[in-house]
């Protein structure tokens, strides 16, 4: 039993350092744009047909919950964003205009490093001036019955317009779309 008592410290310490997931929450387009029901950051495919490999897309939101639409901000570290259904990070795919978006094994890379600014933009942090943006245009129609897609690439904020760089987190269904 002694022994087993002189472990208790070392466990205690352990349980200090685990950090609890937040709340995941969608990532929604500021402004609807062509789609009345929003467009928000979304892993291209649905439940098993999901792309786990393919470049993110901006998409008509689904309902609040469904996994390939839902994001943890700043886990498993700060700047991150996760995947926790499918345990991977958003990872520009270089830090330059035009980049695609992928999921990636959470790292170190800076290019996993994400900050929601006090103006909307989702931007790296060492690159400030690259952010998430949906394609200008139409939207293309996607699955479901009034769906619209459009693509999704790091963007020059100051050569973009806001209303494709400015994002809003929703935390709920109570808050969804809005």
Not at 60 to 88: C, H, N, V
Not at 91 to 109: I, R, V
Not at 137 to 164: I, N, Q, V, Y
Request: glycine letters at 8%; aromatic letters at 8%; one cysteine or more.
């Amino acid at each position: 039993m002694r022994p087993i008592l002189s472990l208790l410290p070392i466990l205690l310490s352990f349980t200090n350092n685990i950090v609890a997931e937040p709340d995941p929450v969608m990532i929604r387009l500021v402004d609807p744009l062509d789609e009345p029901e929003f467009y928000c950051v979304d892993i291209p495919g649905f439940r098993q047909n999901v792309q786990l490999q393919a470049p993110l897309m901006a998409h008509t939101l689904k309902r609040f919950g469904s996994a390939d639409e839902m994001w943890t901000m700043d886990y498993p570290s700060k700047g991150q964003i996760y995947a926790s259904e499918y345990g991977l990070c958003i990872q520009a795919a270089s830090a330059k205009q035009g980049a695609t978006l992928l999921l990636k094994e959470p790292s170190d890379s800076p290019l996993q490093r994400f900050k929601l600014t006090k103006e909307g933009a989702l931007v790296l942090v060492d690159n400030p001036e690259l952010g998430f943006s949906v394609a200008g245009g139409e939207g293309s129609k996607a699955g479901g019955p009034s769906h619209l897609r459009r693509d999704m690439r790091l963007g020059r904020l100051s050569d973009t317009d806001a209303t494709l760089t400015s994002w809003k987190l929703v935390e709920s269904a109570e808050s969804w779309p809005e």
